[in-house]
């Protein structure tokens, strides 16, 4: 019996239980609601949200017409709490994959659109290098970034990006409490300048490079 609140999570612990205890094997159809209701001693709107709780972690999956069915006996963890947890090195070689590959699409790709933006956005992280606090240099910082995943017009790679800029804001703003990074990232206008020439000169060899390169320096200038 479930007793403790809130009771969907409650429910989908217990049906993770089961399942990781064999009761409902991979492949196999779960029990309907009301009988899976009964069970749990809950009612049948409570099942319906453990199911979808645990069909979002990739244990369950909904079949229109053919029921519930078990296709994994162990939660994918949380991407967001992935990230969160994620040392700041992690970050920086998923953002090596990531933008590498975005600055070379984006040599072979970028639009006159692309190229104002990647303009205004790096003329305006020079600004905010020179006379911004913290928190609004490195908006700019990620403002450019982003204008570099636009450029290479991939919903994936662009999907990605977003996904790590929270875990980016936080490991920037401790970095730059720390007087050597301060000055090395405030420091690097040319770095990102490079960037969009090899970009504007529709070259995806030298447009990879110079990134692979920035974010390199990034990732190793990291103490300890």
Same mark, same amino acid.
């Given at each position: ?6 009771l969907?999570?409650?429910a ?78 992690d970050?920086?070689?998923? /953002? ?5 590959? +975005? =600055?070379?699409l984006? !040599?072979? #790709?970028?639009?006159?659109?692309? %190229?104002? *933006? ?12 020179a ?30 990006f ?15 409490k ?7 990232? /405030?420091?690097?206008?040319?770095e990102? +300048? =490079?960037?969009?020439? !090899?970009i #504007?000169?529709?070259?995806?060899? %030298?447009a *990879? ?13 990291l103490?300890?």
């Open positions: 019996m479930i007793r403790r609140h809130p969907a999570e409650q989908a612990d217990e049906l993770l239980r089961r399942i990781g205890a064999g009761e409902w094997p991979v492949g196999q159809k779960l029990p309907g609601e009301t009988t899976l209701a009964a069970q749990l001693g809950v009612g049948r709107s409570t099942v319906r949200e453990a199911v979808r709780e645990l069909a979002g972690r990739r244990v369950l999956e909904s079949r229109q017409g053919a029921g519930v069915f078990v296709v994994g006996t162990q939660p994918v963890e949380d991407w967001d709490r992935v990230l969160r947890r994620a040392a700041i090195t970050v920086l070689e998923g /953002r090596l994959a990531i933008e590498t590959e +975005a =600055a070379r984006a !040599a072979a #790709r970028r639009t006159a659109t692309d %190229l104002r *933006a990647l303009k205004r956005t790096l003329a305006e992280r020079s600004r905010a290098a006379e911004s606090p913290d928190d609004e240099y490195v908006e700019a910082d990620l403002a450019f970034h982003r204008a570099v995943i636009t450029a290479a017009h991939n919903l994936v790679l662009a999907e990605l977003d996904s790590f800029v929270p875990r980016i804001r936080r490991a920037m703003l401790d970095m730059l720390l007087d050597a990074a301060h000055a090395r990232h /405030r420091g690097d206008q040319a990102h +300048a =490079a960037i969009v020439d !090899a #504007r000169a529709q070259d995806p060899e %030298l *990879a490079g110079r990134s692979r390169s920035h974010l390199a320096g990034v990732r190793d200038d103490p300890g």
